[in-house]
Protein backbone atom coordinates (compact mmCIF):
# COMPACT_ATOMS: atom_id res chain seq x y z
CA UNK A 1 0.00 0.00 0.00
CA UNK A 2 1.39 3.21 -0.74
CA UNK A 3 1.91 5.60 2.04
CA UNK A 4 3.51 8.90 3.09
CA UNK A 5 4.90 9.05 6.65
CA UNK A 6 6.34 12.00 8.54
CA UNK A 7 8.70 11.94 11.15
CA UNK A 8 11.38 14.58 12.79
CA UNK A 9 8.71 16.83 14.71
CA UNK A 10 9.60 18.14 18.13
CA UNK A 11 9.60 20.93 20.31
CA UNK A 12 12.17 23.38 20.38
CA UNK A 13 12.72 27.09 21.10
CA UNK A 14 12.04 30.02 18.85
CA UNK A 15 15.14 31.17 17.29
CA UNK A 16 15.74 26.87 16.50
CA UNK A 17 15.86 24.68 13.75
CA UNK A 18 13.83 21.33 12.85
CA UNK A 19 14.05 19.09 9.77
CA UNK A 20 11.13 16.77 9.20
CA UNK A 21 11.14 13.74 6.97
CA UNK A 22 8.45 12.18 4.80
CA UNK A 23 8.95 8.11 3.42
CA UNK A 24 7.87 8.17 0.18
CA UNK A 25 6.36 5.02 -1.34
CA UNK A 26 7.23 4.75 -5.19
CA UNK A 27 3.81 5.24 -6.42
CA UNK A 28 4.59 8.90 -5.44
CA UNK A 29 7.84 9.41 -6.51
CA UNK A 30 7.05 11.80 -9.79
CA UNK A 31 4.20 13.49 -8.16
CA UNK A 32 3.46 16.75 -7.04
CA UNK A 33 4.51 16.51 -3.24
CA UNK A 34 4.73 19.21 -0.17
CA UNK A 35 3.96 19.95 3.24
CA UNK A 36 1.16 21.46 5.45
CA UNK A 37 0.24 22.66 8.60
CA UNK A 38 -2.60 22.57 10.78
CA UNK A 39 -2.86 24.80 14.27
CA UNK A 40 -5.19 24.19 17.07
CA UNK A 41 -8.42 25.94 15.95
CA UNK A 42 -7.25 27.12 12.28
CA UNK A 43 -7.50 25.64 9.19
CA UNK A 44 -4.79 23.58 7.13
CA UNK A 45 -2.41 25.72 5.19
CA UNK A 46 0.13 24.97 2.49
CA UNK A 47 4.03 25.86 3.64
CA UNK A 48 6.21 24.02 0.48
CA UNK A 49 5.52 22.25 -2.65
CA UNK A 50 8.17 20.48 -4.60
CA UNK A 51 7.31 19.08 -7.91
CA UNK A 52 9.39 16.30 -9.98
CA UNK A 53 11.09 18.90 -12.19
CA UNK A 54 12.75 20.07 -8.99
CA UNK A 55 10.15 23.56 -9.14
CA UNK A 56 9.57 24.67 -5.00
CA UNK A 57 6.69 27.22 -3.75
CA UNK A 58 6.57 28.52 -0.34
CA UNK A 59 3.99 29.94 1.47
CA UNK A 60 5.13 33.82 2.22
CA UNK A 61 5.07 33.33 5.83
CA UNK A 62 8.12 30.60 5.47
CA UNK A 63 10.08 32.06 2.40
CA UNK A 64 13.69 32.43 3.56
CA UNK A 65 13.37 30.10 6.47
CA UNK A 66 12.33 27.19 5.24
CA UNK A 67 13.53 24.59 2.58
CA UNK A 68 11.83 21.54 1.05
CA UNK A 69 14.07 19.37 -0.85
CA UNK A 70 14.20 15.71 -1.89
CA UNK A 71 16.74 12.67 -1.91
CA UNK A 72 15.73 10.16 -5.05
CA UNK A 73 17.64 7.10 -3.68
CA UNK A 74 16.30 7.13 -0.19
CA UNK A 75 12.62 8.40 -1.90
CA UNK A 76 11.99 11.16 1.02
CA UNK A 77 10.89 14.41 0.94
CA UNK A 78 12.10 16.90 3.59
CA UNK A 79 11.39 20.42 4.92
CA UNK A 80 14.55 22.06 6.75
CA UNK A 81 12.65 24.91 9.22
CA UNK A 82 15.02 26.84 10.32
CA UNK A 83 14.80 30.10 12.50
CA UNK A 84 11.81 29.04 13.89
CA UNK A 85 8.89 31.27 15.23
CA UNK A 86 5.77 30.25 17.95
CA UNK A 87 3.52 30.79 14.88
CA UNK A 88 4.78 27.63 13.10
CA UNK A 89 3.96 25.28 15.87
CA UNK A 90 1.02 22.92 14.64
CA UNK A 91 0.62 19.55 13.26
CA UNK A 92 3.07 18.75 9.55
CA UNK A 93 1.72 17.04 7.51
CA UNK A 94 3.28 15.69 3.82
CA UNK A 95 1.13 15.10 0.95
CA UNK A 96 1.06 14.17 -2.95
CA UNK A 97 -0.89 14.51 -6.03
CA UNK A 98 -0.14 13.33 -9.81
CA UNK A 99 -0.46 16.69 -11.35
CA UNK A 100 1.55 19.77 -11.80
CA UNK A 101 2.39 21.39 -8.65
CA UNK A 102 0.30 25.18 -9.03
CA UNK A 103 2.13 28.48 -8.81
CA UNK A 104 0.74 29.16 -6.24
CA UNK A 105 0.45 27.11 -3.18
CA UNK A 106 -2.99 28.51 -1.63
CA UNK A 107 -4.63 27.58 -4.69
CA UNK A 108 -3.04 23.91 -5.05
CA UNK A 109 -6.11 21.96 -3.84
CA UNK A 110 -5.28 18.39 -5.56
CA UNK A 111 -3.56 17.23 -2.91
CA UNK A 112 -4.92 13.79 -2.59
CA UNK A 113 -2.48 11.35 -0.52
CA UNK A 114 -2.09 12.35 2.88
CA UNK A 115 0.73 11.33 5.72
CA UNK A 116 -0.18 11.22 9.58
CA UNK A 117 1.32 14.30 10.43
CA UNK A 118 4.09 14.72 12.78
CA UNK A 119 3.79 17.72 15.84
CA UNK A 120 6.22 20.60 15.84
CA UNK A 121 5.86 22.89 19.01
CA UNK A 122 7.67 26.12 18.74
CA UNK A 123 8.08 27.78 22.48
CA UNK A 124 8.36 31.32 23.32
Known amino acids: QAQLVESGGGSVQAGGSLRLSCAVS???????KGWFRQATGKEREGVAT???????VYADSVKGRFTISQDDAKNTLYLQMNSLKPEDTGMYYC???????????????????WGRGTQVTVSS
Open 26 to 32: DTYSRYC
Open 95 to 113: AAHPFVCAADIERDTQFNY
Open 50 to 56: RDQDGTR
